[in-house]
């Protein structure tokens, strides 16, 4: 496609849960990134990527979070045993150098 | 810690009013800067971004904004607005550090434009 893709875009999950959002970048886009946008904020950073190589992960919340991109393409999100306070937009961006294209997001609700 | 600031949250204008969006940020480095735009639904997409040069830089639909680096601001403005700039404008700061790079964004201002 020509754009970013995530999956799912809805992701209703139980407390304690794991979950494991997907995001498909632009084809040849070195740089990905993870946000999360908790409802009336902007997006927060959680993860970096350049390639297969995680430079940054700073803005993961937990260790119940982690991200990879083994062969520098998809991006896998896994959130393990969920909590309430994880509910929010899962942003995916991917890019060539500095301009980021976003993804739809994948909306994921903890109950 | 670097950070972004959105004055506004949330800003109602009519038809054909002016807009200002200010945002500022807090980083003394090199910086590219970026307006985002949400419409409704949708993800967000680039409205314009200031890489070096001409401070003063144009995006789509009649935006633009002006890198102010001694006020480190990066103000959108529109002469006219129109309801179809019912939105979520996001700034961003891309900051490039160690060969890489970080987009940090602001909490975003919401604007409705009413006919």
């Known amino acids: 496609g020509a754009g970013v893709s995530q999956s799912p875009r809805y992701k209703v999950a139980k407390r304690g849960q794991d979950v494991a959002l997907r995001c498909d970048p632009i084809s040849g886009h070195v740089s990905l990134f993870w946000y999360q946008q908790a409802l009336g904020q902007g997006p927060e950073f959680l993860t970096y990527?350049?390639?297969?190589?995680?430079?940054?992960k700073s803005g993961l919340p937990s260790d119940r979070f982690f991200a990879e991109r083994p062969e520098g393409s998809v991006s896998t999100l896994k959130i393990q045993r969920t909590q309430q306070e994880d509910s929010a937009v899962y942003l995916c961006?991917?890019?060539?150098?500095?301009?980021?294209?976003f993804g739809q997001g994948t909306r994921l609700t903890v109950v | 810690a670097q950070s972004v600031s959105q004055h506004n949250h949330h800003v109602i204008l009519s038809e054909a009013a002016s807009l200002e969006l200010g945002c500022n940020y807090s980083?003394?480095?090199?910086?590219?800067l970026f307006w985002y735009v949400q419409y409704p639904g949708q993800h967000l997409q680039l409205l314009l971004k200031y890489f070096s040069g001409d401070p003063l830089v144009k995006g789509i639909k009649g935006f633009e904004a002006e890198f102010i680096k001694s006020k480190f601001s990066f103000n959108l403005r529109k002469p006219s607005v129109q309801w179809s700039d019912t939105a979520e404008y996001f700034c961003a700061v891309n900051l490039i550090s160690g060969g890489y790079n970080k987009l940090i964004f602001g909490a975003g201002t919401r604007l409705a434009v009413h006919p």
């Open positions: 980083y003394g480095g090199t910086v590219n």
């Open positions: 961006a991917s890019s060539p150098s500095t301009e980021a294209f």
């Open positions: 990527f350049q390639n297969e190589a995680q430079l940054d």
